[in-house]
């Protein structure tokens, strides 16, 4: 599966649209997790714990759409586009949700 940000694909051609799919994962780190990110916070520095919950919500939000991409018989998702959000859960838990969507097409070379 070809994703791609772009409207484009060099050296292929679009031959159908198959329609806007879409992928969400919303993940929320230990209540350890995040004291440890909370102390971390108040002295300076990377936070490394959370951008590992990013970078794996973000990748299970792809993976989702190429997913529901697969189901509709597309090999290529152009215009991809992110949607990110933080959260509270209401129980003083964060929560990060990302979403990630496309244009489903079949393309074939040129």
Do not use: H, W
Request: charged fraction near 20%; include cysteine; aromatic fraction near 8%.
């Amino acid at each position: 599966m070809l994703v791609v940000t772009t409207e484009n694909i060099p050296g292929y051609k679009i031959i159908e649209i198959k329609g806007l799919v879409q992928g969400a994962c919303i993940k929320s780190r230990s209540v350890f997790g995040n004291m440890f990110g909370n102390l971390k916070a108040m002295f300076g520095g990377n936070q490394d714990g959370y951008i590992k919950l990013v970078i794996q919500t973000r990748d299970e939000a792809i993976q989702a759409m190429i997913n529901e991409a697969q189901g509709l018989n597309a090999n290529a998702i152009i215009m991809m586009r992110f949607d990110s959000n933080e959260f509270d859960s209401g129980q003083g838990q964060s929560m990060s949700e990302v979403v990630a969507y496309g244009t489903a097409v079949t393309i074939e070379k040129i």
